[in-house]
Each structure stands twice: as C-alpha cells, then as structure tokens.
C-alpha cells in the first residue's frame, strides 16, 4: 500500500497522489497556466508504477514544494504578495549573478525559506477561494498558449 500524501516530479511539473474518500487514490498534477493543482487520476497508475527516470520521480514533500514554486515564479506573473516574494527570489539570484558568484548557504536557505512561504501562501489562497471567498492575488500565465496551426495554414 502506498503512503498518502505521495509527491512526484511529473515531467516538467509536480504531481501528488493522495486517497480518496473512498478509500482509492487520486492525483492532483500542477496547472502551470493557473498554479492550481488540477484533479489528473489518469496518471496515478503511471507515477506509482515509473522506475527512476528523468520524466517520473518519486520525491520527498521539500522537493515538491521546491519544484512547485519554481514553476509557479517561472510559468506565472501577477499581483500581490506571492508576486513580491518571487521577486525577492528572483533579486537574489540577480545579485549573485551580477556579482559572479555562487549563492551563499545563508542565501540557498533563504530561498528555500520564501518558497515554502510562497507554495503556504497558494495553500492558504486556494482554499480561499474553494470556500467562496474573494482571491487576495491575482495569477496569470506569463507565456501565451500555444496553438498548433490549422492543418493546410503555412506560414
């Protein structure tokens, strides 16, 4: 029996397993256009059965949380706090960079302090708005979608 809740890497996204009421599993797959986790029990079979291989891969719930705030500050642009921290995140690494170094351990740490705040902070946002309460940030996708062109278009 597989101990619930279970994190993946999914792909380029991060995908939980959890059970059901009912007693059978379920899985919730990171939404990279909205970051919300969307209902996907069709990959459950899939995660639980992957071997170690770069597409599925079982992780602990710090990597999860890790992996899920660095798609959502990538995928995602918008207003509010979650925002600002993701900015801060982002100023960090900037600095680093323009100063050509390295993180520092007291910086690593911080980063990985404000991404567990940021993904409590979606938590927090999400059961919110599940409750029927209006959102406190405002989230949309910072790249267009991608739309294959009709057949017979050529460009």
Known sequence: MIETPAYFTYYAGTYRVDKTPEG???????NSRTGEFDEKPEHVREVLRAMASSDISKVSEEKFVQETE???AYSLKGEGAVFALYETIDGL???AD???RRLAPQELALIQSLRKRTFQMWEDELARR???E???FRAEPRFPEYKPPAEGDSE
């Open 98 to 100: 323009r100063e050509d």
């Open 93 to 95: 690494y900037a600095q």
């Open 134 to 136: 209006p959102p406190s």
């Open 130 to 132: 599940a409750a029927g």
């Open 70 to 72: 660095v798609a959502r």
């Open 24 to 30: 059978g599993l379920t899985g919730y797959l990171l």
